[in-house]
């Protein structure tokens, strides 16, 4: 496709569900990232992606949450035994190369309602 | 990491330049700045980014002071379209973590 895909759109679930939250990039790209947004505030960095390895998962919230990346291309956020204060926006975005001298495009997000 | 500093918030009339400055005094010679933007219920969208040159684009404009210590993002024709938050943020130069801090609100007002 011709910018970053992510399904579902939106998605609720009851409390204590597990969720998987996916994300195609643009072909070709080998930096992804994934970014939470609660409502009303900013974007607050989950992980990022440089092929299929994650060098740095410090910014994931908790043990609940995990992503891979598979192929190079897919990536999937899973979040386990979801909390009501998982409830956001949960943002991709992929880039040619990792940031530092090229643009991110990202998707248009899952909304996540933790009931 | 190198820190940004925006103001909160900025009007602007439409049709008129809107300026969103930015400053960085920690920043170090290989950072780049980035401008990004976020239109409300949308993904953020890249806007333009420059190391030490000034920048133009379709979209906007780029000015970066001769130490680097301050940029700023130049709309030229802003339309009400161009309300949104517009983040200044210098990804570090050894990993993929963009960080987009506060940003600064532009409301164009008709």
């Known amino acids: 496709g011709a910018g970053v895909s992510q399904s579902p759109s939106n998605k609720v679930t009851e409390k204590g569900k597990d969720v998987e939250l996916r994300c195609d990039p643009i072909s070709g790209h080998t930096a992804l990232y994934w970014y939470r947004q609660s409502l009303g505030q900013g974007l607050e960095f989950l992980i990022y992606f440089q092929g299929n390895s994650a060098p740095d998962k410090s910014g994931l919230p908790s043990d609940r949450f995990s992503a891979e990346r598979t192929g190079g291309s897919v990536s999937t956020l899973t979040i386990q035994r979801t909390q009501q204060e998982d409830s956001a926006v949960y943002l991709c975005?992929?880039?040619?190369?990792?940031?530092?001298?090229?643009?991110?495009?990202f998707g248009q997000g899952t909304r996540l309602t933790v009931v | 990491d190198a820190k940004t500093t925006q103001p909160t918030s900025m009007d602007c009339a439409e049709g008129r330049a809107a300026n969103l400055p930015c400053n960085h005094s920690?920043?170090?010679?290989?950072?780049?700045v980035y401008w990004y933007r976020q239109i409300h219920s949308q993904g953020p969208q890249y806007i333009i980014h420059g190391l030490k040159n000034n920048e133009t684009n379709e979209m906007a404009s780029l000015i970066i002071t001769e130490d680097r210590k301050s940029s700023t993002l130049i709309l030229p024709h802003a339309t009400l379209r161009d309300t949104a938050v517009y983040y200044c943020i210098l990804p570090p130069s050894n990993t993929g973590k963009l960080i987009f801090g506060q940003g600064t609100t532009l409301q164009v007002k008709p």
């Open positions: 975005a992929s880039s040619l190369k990792l940031v530092r001298n090229t643009e991110a495009f």
């Open positions: 920690t920043i170090s010679g290989n950072e780049y």
